[in-house]
């Protein structure tokens, strides 16, 4: 099975400033109909997930433009261009390439 | 508006079982695969199980295999989870979520069931 793992698993930020999370994956994600299926969530306190990316970099509607995402094979990058206290949670990296799909160990965003 | 709202959760001993369900609303119920994710308390997501729109196929993680069940009512546009011999591991939060078809992702996510396993 593919393994996720994330980094930092904890992050202070400074509001306003830019926050950067790394995802890396135990095999390649680039799918064998060329797609590379990596997805994001954000999950607030108390709140269930909510997606923000898929595909590596498409970002879901309603998803400021504050948030890119970014990579490709194994290595990959959700990059929060300045940071609001909205979006103080737990970030976790997935991907839908190979199965059983699998969740990153989650990255928690908190402000310093 | 795409809807999930979960119900069923609560306190079960170990070796009891459960059924979860998952109303959902604001989409083709019958030609979407739907999903469980659960999270343990404090910690991250883990996928349980999936199953087609058709409930022709379904799929379940290894720590579940053997125990749990999901099943559907198209005609209730209902996706369930039996779970049986539960194990005080199984305690979590169990969401349902929608496949997101063609993009191998889960766009929607219900607000999630608790489930207590404890004597």
């Known amino acids: 099975d593919v393994v996720m793992t994330q980094s930092p698993l904890s992050l202070p930020v400074t509001l306003g400033q830019p926050a950067s999370i790394s995802c890396t994956c135990s095999q390649s994600l680039l799918h064998s109909d060329g797609n590379t299926y990596l997805n994001w969530f954000q999950q607030r306190p108390g709140q269930s997930p909510r997606r923000l990316i898929y595909?590596?970099?498409t970002r879901d509607s309603g998803v400021p433009d504050r948030f890119s995402g970014s990579g490709s094979g194994t290595d990959f990058t959700l990059k929060i261009s300045r940071v609001e206290a909205e979006d103080i949670g737990v970030y976790y990296c997935m991907q839908g390439t190979h199965w059983p799909w699998a969740f990153g160990p989650g990255t928690r965003v908190e402000i310093k | 508006e795409v809807q999930l709202v979960e119900s069923g959760g609560g306190l079960v001993q170990p070796g009891g079982s459960l059924r979860l369900s998952c109303a959902a609303s604001?989409?083709?119920?019958?030609?979407?695969?739907m999903h469980w994710v659960r999270q343990a308390p404090g910690k991250g997501l883990e996928w349980v199980s999936r199953m087609r729109g058709d409930g022709g196929r379904m799929h379940y993680a290894d720590s579940v295999k053997g125990r749990f069940t999901i099943s559907r009512d198209n005609a209730r546009n209902t996706l369930y989870l039996t779970m049986n011999s539960l194990r005080a591991e199984d305690t979590a939060v169990y969401y349902c979520a929608k496949d997101h078809y063609g993009f191998n992702s889960l766009d929607y996510w219900g607000q999630g069931t608790l489930v207590t396993v404890s004597s």
């Open positions: 595909k590596v970099s």
């Open positions: 604001g989409f083709s119920f019958r030609d979407s695969w």
